[in-house]
């Protein structure tokens, strides 16, 4: 059989002529578009009378791979547009690269690699040489990580800052700080879940999920360092059990909001935050002088501007002596839990009193961060055996609740977010398991609750939070009558 001939051409691009390979001669070729190079056959390759390179024109380099894979690479050149005619070449290199040829079937068995990063139907094969690694795989999460830092730093903290120092610290000081301190970032993460979880309902399944998702990673980056408090890291170590104490209750109420969650007790639930607010007193003590001498600082610090008073304060003090008179006059009770029970009500008014002056901003959440480091580990045994005057604690301790429920921030948004609803399902625990002999101190505490919980409330006065409760104080005084 005669030798079939073939037709000799001398037209290849020069990038094919110096690898010695056949060139199709497609503007661009094959070969180039597979290997995302520039081709001569569209750029100006110094001879004769072609295009001027545009600006997609590089020069191609080749460097061995490991496993004897060849790598090429092309190092990009700026080039200055020198005629007219140069400019229009140009814009047709760029167009010719955006929708190039379509490939040639024919195919070329010696370059063929089944490793090569760029695809003959790769619409950007000059993108190629960018990717440093073409196995990087993204991380599921990280545009939701990004949506949530920028709604921490926007929304979510400000509910919680009523001072200009405290705003600073948790939108910028935090954030920052966090990047080093990844159970202070995933904290953060986590709280913002938290809030967008509480405001939409639409989507809360799926913040609720990333908050306990954060949460976790959180715990698990923070106990090690727990049980190695230095001076160094004493500070973030708080920041972040702030945060732990206040996240705790939101999950906890929207675990309440899912049908599977009205299962559970809320006395159980608050037993469970009393250990943990415990926990954080303890780091409290151990970490306070670093913390003050920390940018940390306005976290434990007081504020210098007058504070509008709270009217649900003054109404627990004025039924405090009403209860230790109560419980004093039981004699059917034993004496060690009488004790400390009268004990624990005066440990509440002393906190109540010291968190009313003037001065003292987030007076609500103080009290209900302070107040349980006063209790001893018998308390929650008593708890759960139900004993009648420990159940006139937590009734009381349902109106502080319910007055950092009440805590409006401009605009009528709750403050404490994150204490929605725990008064009322607590006081209607307390309720259940309370005998009729204790309802004349425990029933004010629950008409208190269920008869605002159910009204709107009209907005009242207004120093950057907005305190509203019913009417004011004379409502309040009318239904305790």
């Known amino acids: 059989?005669?030798?079939?001939?073939?037709?000799?051409?001398?037209?290849?691009?020069?990038?094919?002529?110096?690898?010695?390979?056949?060139?199709?001669?497609?503007?661009?070729?094959?070969?180039?578009?597979?290997?995302?190079?520039?081709?001569?056959?569209?750029?100006?390759?110094?001879?004769?009378?072609?295009?001027?390179?545009?600006?997609?024109?590089?020069?191609?380099?080749?460097?061995?791979?490991?496993?004897?894979?060849?790598?090429?690479?092309?190092?990009?050149?700026?080039?200055?547009?020198?005629?007219?005619?140069?400019?229009?070449?140009?814009?047709?290199?760029?167009?010719e690269y955006q929708n190039p040829t379509p490939p040639s079937t024919e195919t070329y068995k010696e370059e063929e690699s089944v490793t090569s990063p760029a695809s003959s139907t790769d619409t950007y094969p000059f993108l190629t040489k960018f990717v440093h690694d073409k196995d990087a795989t993204e991380q599921a999460n990280w545009a939701r990580d990004l949506e949530l830092i920028h709604h921490w730093t926007t929304e979510a903290c400000l509910s919680m800052c009523?001072?200009?120092?405290?705003?600073?610290?948790?939108?910028?000081i935090a954030p920052k700080a966090a990047m080093n301190h990844t159970y202070l970032m995933h904290q953060i993460l986590t709280f913002s879940s938290l809030h967008i979880a509480h405001h939409d309902v639409s989507e809360r399944d799926v913040y609720h999920a990333l908050a306990i998702h954060?949460?976790?990673?959180?715990?698990?980056?923070?106990?090690?360092?727990?049980?190695?408090?230095?001076?160094?890291?004493?500070?973030?170590?708080?920041?972040?059990?702030?945060?732990?104490?206040?996240?705790?209750?939101?999950?906890?109420?929207?675990?309440?909001?899912?049908?599977?969650?009205?299962?559970?007790?809320?006395?159980?639930?608050?037993?469970?935050?009393?250990?943990?607010?415990?926990?954080?007193?303890?780091?409290?003590?151990?970490?306070?002088g670093q913390v003050i001498q920390s940018p940390f600082a306005p976290i434990v610090s007081?504020?210098?501007?007058?504070?509008?008073?709270?009217?649900?304060?003054?109404?627990?003090?004025?039924?405090?002596?009403?209860?230790?008179?109560?419980?004093g006059a039981q004699s059917d009770i034993p004496e060690d839990i009488q004790r400390e029970c009268l004990v624990q009500l005066l440990a509440l008014r002393d906190v109540i009193q010291h968190n009313s002056q003037p001065t003292q901003d987030s007076r609500e959440m103080r009290t209900l961060f302070f107040w349980p480091l006063h209790l001893k580990p018998i308390f929650s045994v008593w708890v759960r055996e139900r004993r009648q005057p420990v159940l006139v604690l937590l009734a009381y301790y349902a109106v502080v609740l319910r007055a950092g429920e009440s805590l409006k921030i401009e605009g009528g948004t709750p403050a404490y977010w994150f204490y929605t609803g725990w008064a009322e399902r607590l006081i209607n625990d307390v309720a259940r398991y309370v005998d009729d002999t204790w309802r004349p101190v425990t029933q004010w505490q629950w008409d208190l609750i269920m008869g605002v919980v159910h009204q709107q409330q009209p907005q009242g006065q207004k120093r950057g939070y907005e305190q509203s409760f019913g009417g004011g104080d004379e409502d309040v005084k009318m239904v305790l009558s």
């Open 162 to 172: 009523p001072r200009d120092d405290l705003r600073n610290l948790w939108t910028r």
């Open 1 to 95: 059989m005669p030798r079939l001939g073939h037709k000799k051409s001398r037209n290849g691009c020069r990038q094919c002529k110096a690898r010695h390979v056949k060139c199709n001669e497609s503007k661009p070729c094959s070969s180039c578009k597979r290997h995302g190079v520039p081709c001569s056959l569209v750029t100006w390759d110094g001879e004769g009378d072609g295009p001027e390179m545009g600006t997609l024109g590089a020069t191609l380099g080749s460097s061995s791979a490991a496993g004897g894979a060849e790598r090429r690479s092309a190092s990009t050149s700026r080039s200055r547009s020198r005629s007219r005619r140069g400019s229009s070449s140009s814009s047709r290199v760029i167009e």
């Open 302 to 327: 007081p504020g210098n501007t007058i504070v509008p008073p709270q009217p649900i304060f003054a109404t627990i003090l004025e039924r405090i002596p009403e209860a230790v008179s109560f419980i």
């Open 214 to 288: 954060h949460q976790d990673l959180a715990i698990r980056a923070i106990r090690p360092k727990l049980a190695n408090i230095t001076p160094e890291n004493a500070p973030f170590l708080f920041a972040t059990s702030t945060l732990v104490s206040m996240c705790v209750f939101g999950e906890r109420a929207l675990g309440a909001m899912r049908p599977q969650g009205a299962d559970k007790e809320p006395l159980e639930d608050l037993l469970d935050a009393f250990a943990l607010l415990q926990g954080m007193g303890g780091l409290f003590n151990m970490s306070f």
